[in-house]
């Protein structure tokens, strides 16, 4: 089973930016696309966007459209989230995931990462 691991997380004040990263273990690597997630005390985990693993087609929650950008590095078996004009409601656990299908929510992934902690200050 491939591992997926966050980095990249940590304390903010608002207004700032983060990169999330999630790289991916094992030699062979090849879902049909990947997302982050986000997961806040008390809330259900909510789709935040994702990316087609070979053409790249992004996807976004359209309330973070503008401020996050998915991206990829296939060489690198890593996915990036990079957030900027952080807000405090943007605090949460953000988890990545690999998917084989099509569907953005959260029932089509398959592989998820441990997750990494965004805290935005205000």
């Known amino acids: 089973q491939v591992q997926l691991v966050e980095s990249g997380g940590g304390l903010v004040q608002a207004g700032g930016s983060l990169r999330l990263s999630c790289t991916a273990s094992?030699?062979?690597?090849?879902?049909?696309?990947m997302g982050w997630f986000r997961q806040s005390p008390g809330k259900e985990r909510a789709f935040v966007a994702a990316?087609?693993?070979?053409?790249?087609?992004?996807y976004y929650v359209d309330s973070l459209k503008g401020r996050f950008t998915i991206s990829r590095d296939n060489a690198k078996k890593t996915l990036y989230l990079q957030m900027n004009s952080l807000k405090p409601e943007d605090t949460a656990a953000y988890y990545c995931?690999?998917?084989?299908?099509?569907?953005?929510?959260?029932?089509?992934?398959?592989?998820w990462g441990q997750g990494t902690q965004v805290t935005v200050s205000s």
């Open positions: 995931a690999a998917s084989p299908s099509g569907g953005l929510a959260s029932l089509n992934y398959d592989n």
């Open positions: 094992g030699r062979t690597f090849s879902p049909y696309k």
């Open positions: 990316i087609t693993w070979d053409f790249g087609f992004t």
